[in-house]
Structures are given as structure tokens and as C-alpha cells.
């Protein structure tokens, strides 16, 4: 058997290599997919360095939220209260203003991971300082910031340059004079630093002299337990004590929960390229073994037993399956490298997470090629060691009713599998409340049982092969004569030849056609509503992105688009998540605790607001603790008009009366709450300001008045309503990373495929020349087959993407999933599909084509 598969290998060795480099880009994809994982979650949970690392004992103002190990205290203690006390042998003041860094080109510094970037005080004294200078000094004086090692490197900035940097109420510069690192790492468990003298920070905070919005304790002698307890006695209830080691703790705990959610999330949507891979992989391994049918048989013949046989497939598919799985995991890297870019043009940068290169990175997916490859085998060497070796040695063979009736079980098997997806929906839609996670949960159970739809559909493709091949082959009779005549026998005496490459055509159109009516769908909405909901004429917005969606604007912005000649109204909107206190969340069910109800808040000055945008419903100006919501978040947690809510923001806790309900149509303005300005200061007096709307003058005098601000541009409404879309959908880069590496995947599959089948029946076409078939009508055959591939992998492809989006809208209701395509899309991804087709086809054709008459007809 080992020699037999040497000499399979000497002179298949096309026909191998082919299989291999399919098998080697799936299993890179794999692998890409989930070292791209694995570093996303490294990122979200490696860094666990903390400021907090040499204090004992925290003594926050007021309360703190309890979900939020990052949250900003929301009340002030006097540093004079602290220190000086039995048993603090040190204290600092702390405080934590939200910045955004732009580095030297200008653009925004997007902090690691989906994390923060704040400004913090710069602790002078040795006992408390966990900061240590890589280069440079402390800074000591106004304008001067020492930054984290990150912080320097995602800006390129370094020693003596300036940064400028956006502060809730200004843009200021600020000279680096020193690079830290913390505990040996370039950031901390809540993101970037930007450290600063002590004044600086409490000035920019907003804070009274000598309070902070918490003090740094050092325990002198005493166990930290301990002095908490005396502590948190001695200074009553305005205070909120903590030993430093739990705020570790909890913000340790909390990094490895984001990631392991992260890792899920991305695991999710790598999914789909392990897919395609595992497809890809099963399919040109099945073509490779079926067209070794007749040798197998004959070995057959001469006594190798089924059990040689399938030994044989299976050694054969060790040995390819551990080179490509070799070649796959390092082709895996720079998969994940391009995946690791497009996040971070989306605003998530994973960059400092250590590149993987453990167990896990390496020995998963070579196991799963390996895997992939042998269950691959498992199936054909079953299928080729029954074959009686006449049979084998028919010159056609057409499938027979006992091989039939098991793919039409296994095909019912696997839609029972893709039933149980979509059974879960209704779950969905019985326990989530509307909103974006039950949409997404919708969609993603829609898409899963999808993939598992398109398996069956490739199980049950020969069936459509007949019907299809004589559609085509009376075309290409009435074409092309008797080359039409032959190409129908041959696709109908065939079929599974024909499916196997229509299979993976049909994977890649379903890629694109869902994607493609999804993105199309969304846009279209954006662009039909949002300028119906923006009545104001121009728009100023940050140019740069961070993890949380669009770079913030200094809070001086509006005031500056108001002073431009020729305005009328110019309205800022801020925006702050605060969470919902009273009344309590609704539970999912009586047994279950219930989740943190989140709404994001909408700032506006409500004299603007009127002319600037044209929001649903009958919205009154709101005056101060007053708020407005949507229609869906107040039926999720059945509240009332004119009933009281507290909710919990920077600041703590609000009380509001609920004044109105409205609505936003395009979601991208105010989606779920608004409120006034002054309201906005009461919750969150450093809410960023994401946009400046503004009516009336001209975009050109906004520009000029905007020209020293650092990443702003003044855009019309058609651009930032699209701008606007293009941040609700942020993610969509690495997203389309995905789909387009798994399309090249399938295309390279059924070019593979293809390949191989054309070449597999070289003799078959020498024979044909033999008998006086001109080279002209031979090609004719293998272009009116290919046609079949086409048509077959188009229409179930364009099938099964039409049939997602539709349940997708179906099931959420949403009209930014209706499933309306412009006419030239299918006639675009059938033109596509065509035009690979016939590439990957015609130099297979020509080859075999010229084949001698002589070696045709020599035996195998």
C-alpha cells in the first residue's frame, strides 16, 4: 500500500498539489481566523497592569458603580480629610478626565482593545507612583504629559513632540516629556494614560481645590483590610472605601469576561471562513478521490481488500493533509496581520496583543486540516471500496437509486441540523426586549442555520444537474450542434462532477449576494431617511474614529459655528451612557437575575434643537430633569409618561421625569434618550460631543472657522449622513476582510475543481478528437458545461442569500434588512461567476484538447 501510494503520488502529483494548496489556504484561513481571535482576546485580557498597583486602600467620592470597575467615582473627597490620619503613611489625589491623543499625523490614537484613554495626575510621591520612565522626565508643568509606551507608539510620538489632545470643553497642546511603562506594560486594565501635573488634572476635571474624585492611600503598618474599615468609619457615608487589591481584582475579572466575550464575538464571525474552509477542504478531497475511482477498483481486482483500499485514501490523505496543515498555519499569520489592520481602521485596535504562537495557535488548526482531510477520505474511501471493479470500469456510470436515497437522508439530516438554528429564533423573540441585541441575536441564529442550508443544498446539487444539463444542452444543441448534443450527455451521464464544482460556486455567490443585500439594504435606509430626519444643511464631525465610534469635538464647537456669519441655529449633541436604576430592569424570566438596562443619552440645547432635526412623535422642549424616550426602550421596561426614573451616569444618580416619547427613524441622531444641556451637565459634565448640526451659512466660512481645530471637517448633509451610517456600522472592515478571503477561498475551490475535472477526462477528449471532434467543439464542451456550473451555483447561491436576508427581515422586522435588490446586482454576481467559470475552465481545455490521439487511448 505504501508503494502504490508513492507512485500515486509520482504521477499525481498535479492533481495533488492542486488538492493541497486548496487544503493549504482553508486551513490558513482557519488559522488566520483564529489567531486573529486569540490575539483579540490577549489584548482585551493581557493587560492587566494597574495604576493602582502600589496602594493599599482607595477612598473614592460618593458612590461608585458596582458593574463598572472603570467608572469614575461620582462625588469629591478633600485630600486634607486623607491624609495625615493614623495609619496612612501616604496619599494622592486621583481624578479621570476622558481625552482623545492625536498623534504626529494628526489622526487619533486609538487606545488597545475597545478600551479608554484618560487623563490622570502624575503622583509625585515614590510610595504611591506605579509609573516608570522609559525615557524622558516627569512632567512638572503646565502643558507637559508623560504617556504610556502604547500611547507613543500607536502615535509615532516620542520624546519633546507636541500632541494635541481634546479635552471635554478644549483642544489643547501638550508636550510629551516622558514615556512610561506600568508594571512592565505599555498600557493599563482601563486603556491609554496621559499623565499630567496634579493642577492640571483637577483644573480640567472641573474640581474645587484640594478635592479629588478619589485619594491614593499608602497603610502605614497596618493591614489594608483594616485601615479600610477605619477609614470608611471615620468618614461617613459620602465616601466609598475599597482596598486597592479588589479594585485589582474586579478589573481583572472584568477584562478576562470582555475577553472571553471579544474571543466569542470574533469566534462568531470567524465561523464563516472556517466554513468555507472546512467545505473547500471536503469538496476537492472528494473530487480527488472519485476521480481515482477506477484505479482503486482495479487494485480491487487484484486482491487489495476494502480494507487496503480505505487504508490506502486514508494515508494518502495523512500525508496531504500534515504538509498543508504545516503550510496553513504559517500562511495563518499574515492573514491574521490583514485582519488585525482592518480592525483597527474600524476603531479596535488589537495591536497590543501579542502575536500567538503557542499550542492553541499552532496545533488547532493543524489538527483540524489533518481532521478535515481524513473525514474527508473517510467518506469517498467507503464509497470507492464498494465499488465492484466492472463497474468501475463502465465508461459512464449514472447514479443509481441505492445511492440516492442516502443523500436524500443525509440532505434531510442536515436541514433538521439548520432547523434547530432557526427554531431558536422564536426563543429569541419570546425572552429579548426589542432593540440592537435582539436584532443581532436574530441574525446570527438566521446565518448559522444558513451555512447549515447551503450544506444541504451541496448534498442535494446532483439532483438539479439533470434538469439544468438538458435546459443547457438543447441551448447549446440549437448553438453549437453536436458539441451541445455531447456536452448534455456528458453533464446528465455526470452529475456529481458537475455539482462538486457548482458547490463551491455556490458558497461564494450566497458570500456575496447576502452581504451584498444586506449592505445595500442598510445604505439604502441611511440614505432615504437620514436626510429627512437632518434638517440642518451642514454637519461638523471629527474626521478620526475611536473604539467608541466617531473621535469627540471639543465642547467650544458649537459656540464656534454660531459665531460664523450667516448662521441660524447650531445645535451640539453630546452623548453619555448611563444606566438605569429605578425601576428596576425587567427580568428575562422569575428565575433568572435581570441585566443592566443601558441607555445612551442625547444632549441638546433645545432652542436649537427644533431646527437642526425633525425627530418622531410630538417632542416638547425639555427643560431641566427632564427626559425623552424612545417608544422601544420604553416598552422594554414598561415605563410611562410622566413617570419619575433614575438613572446612574458619571455624576451617580439623577432623578428625571419622563416627558415624552419619540422616536428617531434613522438612528443615528438621538436613538434612545434626550435631553437638555443642563440635564447633560447634571449626569455627565464631560460627555463628548459628537457632532456639531448646523443651519444656515456656508461650508466654506465653517471651514475657515475650523481650520486650527485638529481632525474636524465640515461636511453637507448627503456626506454626514453617511458619514453617521458608516460609524453605526463600524466593524464592517474586517467583516468584508472575512468574506472576501473566504470568496477568493470558494472561487479557488471550484477553480480547483474544475480543473481537475476537465483534466480528468483527458482521454475521454482525445478520444473524442480521435473520432474527428476539432479541437473548436471540444472547447465547446467544456464552455457549455462550465455554463451548467454557472447556472446551478448562481441560482442556488442567489437562492440561498435571497432566502437569508428575507428571514432575516422576516424575523426582526427591521426595515434595514428589507431584501429589495437593484436589478443589476444578480446580473453583476452571475456575470462574476461566469467570467470565473470560464477563466478557470479554458486552460484546462486547451490542454486537454491537445492531447495526441496515441496517448488518449493508452490505459491508465
Known amino acids: 500500500m505504501w508503494l502504490i501510494a508513492r ?38 485580557s493581557g493587560s492587566d497592569a494597574s495604576e493602582y498597583s502600589r496602594a493599599d486602600v482607595l477612598v473614592q467620592g460618593g458612590e461608585t458603580d458596582p458593574d463598572d470597575p472603570y467608572a469614575a467615582p461620582d462625588g469629591r473627597v478633600a485630600l486634607r480629610d486623607v491624609a495625615g490620619r493614623p495609619g496612612v503613611a501616604a496619599a494622592a489625589g486621583d481624578a479621570m478626565v476622558p481625552v482623545t491623543a492625536y498623534g504626529s499625523d494628526r489622526t487619533p490614537i486609538t487606545p488597545p482593545a475597545g478600551a479608554g484613554m484618560t487623563l490622570r495626575p502624575w503622583t509625585p510621591d515614590g510610595r504611591l507612583n506605579p509609573y516608570h520612565l522609559e525615557s524622558g522626565r516627569a512632567p512638572a508643568a503646565g502643558g507637559e504629559i508623560a504617556v504610556t509606551r502604547h500611547v507613543a507608539r500607536a502615535g509615532d510620538l516620542d520624546v519633546g513632540d507636541t500632541a494635541k489632545v481634546t479635552l471635554p470643553r478644549q483642544v489643547r497642546d501638550m508636550r510629551v516629556v516622558g514615556i512610561v511603562t506600568v508594571q512592565g506594560r505599555g498600557t493599563v486594565a482601563s486603556g491609554d494614560l496621559l499623565l499630567a501635573p496634579p493642577e492640571t488634572v483637577r483644573r480640567a476635571a472641573g474640581l474645587p481645590a484640594g478635592t479629588w474624585q478619589a485619594v491614593w492611600v499608602k497603610a502605614a503598618g497596618v493591614p489594608p483590610a483594616k485601615l479600610r474599615e477605619t477609614l470608611a468609619r471615620d468618614l461617613g457615608a459620602d465616601v466609598t472605601v475599597r482596598t486597592a487589591a479588589s479594585v485589582r481584582g474586579a478589573q481583572s475579572a472584568d477584562l478576562r469576561d470582555a475577553g472571553v466575550s471579544i474571543g466569542g464575538a470574533i469566534g462568531m ?26 484505479r482503486l477498483a482495479l487494485l480491487g481486482a487484484i486482491g487489495a481488500t476494502p480494507r487496503q483500499i480505505r487504508r490506502l485514501i486514508r494515508l494518502e490523505a495523512l500525508v496531504l493533509g ?18 488585525t489592520r482592518l480592525f483597527a481602521e474600524d476603531g479596535f485596535d488589537i495591536s497590543a496583543g501579542e502575536v500567538q504562537y503557542g499550542w ?25 471500496a464498494r465499488i465492484s471493479p466492472m463497474h468501475a470500469l463502465r465508461a459512464a456510470s449514472a447514479e443509481t437509486s441505492g445511492r440516492r436515497r442516502p443523500r436524500l437522508l443525509g440532505a434531510l439530516t442536515v436541514f433538521a441540523l439548520a432547523s434547530m438554528f432557526f427554531g431558536l429564533v422564536f426563543a429569541i423573540r419570546a425572552e429579548e426586549p426589542p432593540g440592537p441585541d435582539r436584532t443581532v441575536g436574530i441574525c446570527v441564529m438566521i446565518l448559522l442555520g444558513s451555512m447549515t442550508m447551503v450544506s444541504a443544498l451541496a448534498v442535494l446539487a446532483p439532483f438539479f444537474v439533470g434538469p439544468l444539463g438538458g435546459l443547457v444542452g438543447r441551448v447549446g444543441t440549437a448553438v453549437s450542434g453536436e458539441a451541445g448534443r455531447l456536452a448534455r450527455a456528458t453533464i446528465t451521464r455526470s452529475p456529481r462532477r458537475v455539482s462538486s464544482a457548482a458547490s463551491s460556486l455556490m458558497l461564494g455567490v450566497a458570500l456575496v449576494g447576502a452581504t451584498a443585500l444586506i449592505v445595500l439594504s442598510v445604505d439604502a435606509r441611511f440614505a432615504e431617511i437620514g436626510p429627512r430626519v437632518m434638517r440642518a444643511e451642514h454637519a461638523v464631525a ?33 452623548a453619555s451612557e448611563v444606566r438605569l436604576v429605578s425601576p428596576a430592569p425587567r427580568r428575562p424570566s422569575p428565575e433568572e437575575e435581570p441585566e443592566p438596562f443601558f441607555l445612551t443619552v442625547t444632549g441638546a440645547d433645545q432652542d436649537a434643537l427644533p431646527s437642526v432635526l425633525r425627530l418622531g412623535g410630538r417632542l416638547p422642549r425639555l427643560g431641566d430633569g427632564e427626559i425623552a424616550l424612545t417608544s422601544s426602550a420604553m416598552e422594554a421596561q414598561r415605563i410611562r409618561k410622566g413617570q419619575r426614573i433614575v438613572v446612574r451616569g458619571a455624576r451617580g444618580r439623577v432623578a428625571l421625569r419622563v416627558a415624552a416619547a419619540y422616536h428617531d427613524p434613522s438612528h443615528l441622531f438621538a436613538d434612545q434618550a434626550v435631553v437638555s444641556t443642563t440635564t447633560m451637565d447634571r449626569i455627565d459634565p464631560a460627555a463628548s460631543t459628537q457632532v456639531v448640526l448646523v443651519r444656515g451659512g456656508s461650508g466654506q466660512a465653517l471651514s475657515r472657522a475650523f481650520a486650527d481645530v485638529p481632525g474636524v471637517e465640515v461636511l453637507g448633509k448627503t456626506a454626514y449622513v453617511q458619514k453617521a451610517a458608516d460609524s453605526m456600522t463600524s466593524g464592517m472592515r474586517v467583516i468584508y476582510g472575512f468574506i472576501g478571503m473566504s470568496l477568493v477561498l470558494a472561487l479557488f475551490g471550484m477553480a480547483t475543481t474544475v480543473s481537475m475535472n476537465v483534466g480528468e477526462r483527458a482521454r475521454e477528449f482525445g478520444l473524442l478528437g480521435a473520432v474527428g471532434a ?17 447556472l446551478l451555483g448562481s441560482l442556488l447561491g442567489i437562492g440561498a442569500a435571497f432566502g437569508t436576508v428575507l428571514l432575516m427581515h422576516v424575523a426582526t422586522g427591521s426595515s434595514f434588512l428589507a431584501p429589495h435588490a437593484p436589478w443589476w446586482l444578480f446580473a453583476a454576481i452571475v456575470g462574476g461567476a461566469a467570467a470565473v467559470t470560464l477563466a478557470t475552465s479554458a486552460l484546462p481545455s486547451r490542454r486537454a484538447a491537445a492531447v495526441p490521439v496515441l496517448d488518449a487511448t493508452r490505459a491508465e
Open 7 to 44: 507512485r500515486s503520488f509520482a504521477e499525481g502529483w498535479m492533481r495533488l498539489a492542486a488538492t493541497m494548496l486548496a487544503a493549504l489556504f482553508s486551513i490558513g484561513l482557519i488559522s488566520g481566523s483564529l489567531q486573529f481571535a486569540l490575539r483579540a482576546q490577549d489584548a482585551v
Open 269 to 294: 464571525l470567524a465561523s464563516v471562513a472556517v466554513f468555507v474552509g472546512l467545505f473547500v477542504v471536503a469538496n476537492t478531497f472528494g473530487t480527488l478521490v472519485r476521480q481515482r475511482t477506477r
Open 322 to 339: 500534515a504538509v498543508a496543515s504545516a503550510g496553513g498555519v504559517l500562511a495563518g499569520y499574515p492573514v491574521s496581520a490583514l485582519l
Open 360 to 384: 492553541t495557535a499552532l496545533a488547532v488548526p493543524a489538527a483540524a486540516g489533518i481532521l478535515v482531510t481524513q473525514l474527508a477520505a473517510r467518506r469517498a474511501a467507503k464509497r470507492a
Open 542 to 574: 471629527a474626521t478620526g474614529v475611536t473604539s467608541d465610534g466617531a473621535a469627540p469635538l471639543p465642547r467650544d464647537a458649537a459656540g464656534r459655528a454660531a459665531a460664523v456669519p450667516g448662521v441660524s441655529a447650531a445645535a451640539a449633541l453630546t
Open 774 to 790: 476539432t479541437v473548436t467543439q471540444i472547447r465547446s464542451i467544456v464552455r457549455w458545461e462550465a455554463a451548467t456550473v454557472v
